[in-house]
DNA sequence: GGATTAACCGGAGGGGCCTCCGGTTATTGC
DNA sequence: GCAATAACCGGAGGCCCCTCCGGTTAATCC
């Protein structure tokens, strides 16, 4: 359910060949200000205050912009983590849940994130344009991953074995494009649901629960 | 040669029927804003610090932005000044002068003019996709005026009649890319003095100077 | 020529961005 | 362990953006 924070292994290769591993204080400042700045960029889109956003870390500006010297190096290093997340949240959802569980969970976590970068869309498209990295490495991995987990359950017999993965992958995409009411969250764990039954059935050996 | 400030007469169809037409010390106020800001884009590009400019103009910044709400509204209205600066000049021009040496000094302000405008080149391009009525009225202005400009000295005999007046124009706009070094503005006189004789070449009634 | 008033003026103030540097601390080498 | 030091931290300070409102003034009406 919770998400580890990554070993050292993890980092050593995210970075491939640095000459040092980050000091421990400045990795733990990095960590609380990509914390805080997904909180804020959630709560009130990327434009979002960056000195409040160092203050919310309960770090000094100065630590912030050495950090990410542009508002687009922050961006995207909470895009990252995001990515990240998600992915170590399929791993952790496999190992404590059946495989229909874990995918109806990480389904609905997909679409909260998704709902999550709405404000970030159009930084997003920026990055992209320009020369960063960032999508050639991250692009692949969550279709990836969340076929993984179909598969999974597919294996195990509780959903049907003749569904596109790429399809419910865009469908559950879509449902951002229906998170405008104030009761958009509700609405978009039913979607999720109805999904999720659409890929119970005709499954050969349902689930107990539902 | 001088650029006579517009009389009533012009405010009033450049508005349109606007309902009152701008008190005294606000139309003062107002030109001396975009006289400031003409300046200082000159000199530091569209960037330029908009307190700089309301300091520079001798007014506070509540002015300013009273006039131009946004840094792009400053922008238009320096543009459009500029642009009704060279079309006015081509008449006092004529006034004053022969038809080719009126010709003559106003391509050289066109290219000074375009050079100007090179720290603009972006946010113009942004106007342009938005939804500004600039340069729908702009937009024909410069080269119909310069084609008044030959058609007289045609007329008088002293450039030859064979040359589009289109033409000559891009030729002129192309200047601006060679437009580097230090010494780009006297590079620029040699270029114009260079095109100008072109034109002269093989006239039916040469003129005396030169 | 006054009185009235709508329009205009200026700048203080609150907030944000980013840089710079003296002080602090984790790491390394012994 | 301990010293040396490279790396890191924080926040003051300078500059800028934009809003808001009490005071001022040009225009208008008698």
Same sequence: chains 1, 2.
Avoid: C
């Amino acid at each position: 359910m919770s998400i580890q924070k990554p070993e050292a292994a993890d980092e050593a290769d995210e970075a491939g060949a640095s000459p040092r591993p980050l000091r421990a204080d400045a990795r733990r400042n990095r960590d609380k200000l990509t914390a805080a700045a997904a909180k804020a960029f959630a709560r009130s889109g990327v434009d979002a205050s960056l000195e409040a956003i160092a203050r919310e870390a309960g770090v000094g500006t100065g630590t912030l912009y050495r950090h990410f010297p542009t508002r687009e190096a922050l961006i995207e290093a909470v895009y990252r983590r995001e990515v990240e997340g998600l992915v170590a949240a399929a791993d952790d959802l496999l190992r404590q849940e059946t495989p229909d569980a874990a995918l109806a969970e990480w389904m609905q976590r997909y679409v909260d994130y998704i709902a999550t970068k709405r404000g970030m869309r159009d930084s997003l498209k920026l990055l992209l344009e320009s020369n960063s990295p960032l999508f050639a490495e991250t692009h692949g991995l969550v279709p990836r991953t969340f076929r993984r987990l179909m598969e999974q359950a597919v294996q195990s017999g509780t959903i049907r074995p003749d569904a596109d993965s790429a399809d419910v992958l865009h469908a559950l995409s879509s449902i951002y494009s229906a998170t405008d009411g104030p009761d958009w969250h509700e609405r978009s764990r039913r979607l999720v649901a109805l999904i999720m039954d659409g890929l119970r059935y005709g499954a050969p050996r349902p689930s107990q629960r539902r």
